[in-house]
């Protein structure tokens, strides 16, 4: 969750929030910006290639900037039937950029963020180059 920024929006917004990062001051850092709002971020620090998320424990999954392939049935299997994920990270294209991530790793290939969410309903897909080079994805599973 970096240091909070989409956390706190969905905790100003009402939702009980929780957030995921490897890095200790930056869980501390978003919970402490919360707690000045008078707001609550259950923060939670975890090395995620070493931690499972929990299984169908969450309504809405929020991940921005982070590419970690190996998480994507993880982070489908964290949310309730009819759960909603929002998904937004670079693509290859980023590399013409000049800024940000550089390795293929951390890139994804056209089409690829799509297809990870295929028999899902997609709610929202675009892939841009519009300034930073990036896939955007709001899809929402089917009722089990």
């Given amino acids: 969750m970096g240091r909070g920024r ?9 939702f009980t929030t929780f957030g995921v990062d490897a890095k200790y001051d930056a869980v501390r850092d978003a919970v402490a ?8 971020i259950h923060g939670w620090c975890a090395d ?12 809405v999954v929020v991940v921005a ?3 970690q392939r190996d998480l994507f049935d993880a982070i489908k299997a964290s949310l309730r039937p009819g759960g909603s994920v929002i998904y937004e990270t ?3 294209a980023q590399l013409a950029h000049g800024v940000g ?14 297809s990870y969410f ?3 309903e997609i709610l929202s897909y675009e892939e841009t180059d519009e300034g930073e080079a990036v896939a ?6 089917f009722s089990r």
């Fill in 48 to 59: 995620l290639t070493a931690t499972p998320l929990p299984a169908a424990a969450f309504d």
């Fill in 90 to 92: 670079f693509t290859v």
């Fill in 65 to 67: 900037r982070y590419l």
């Fill in 136 to 141: 955007r994805l709001a899809a929402r599973s």
């Fill in 33 to 40: 910006s919360a707690a000045r709002e008078g707001l609550t």
């Fill in 118 to 120: 295929e028999g899902w």
């Fill in 6 to 14: 989409h956390a706190l929006l969905l905790a100003r917004h009402g």
């Fill in 101 to 114: 991530p550089k390795s293929p790793d951390h890139l994804l290939r056209p089409g690829e963020l799509r």
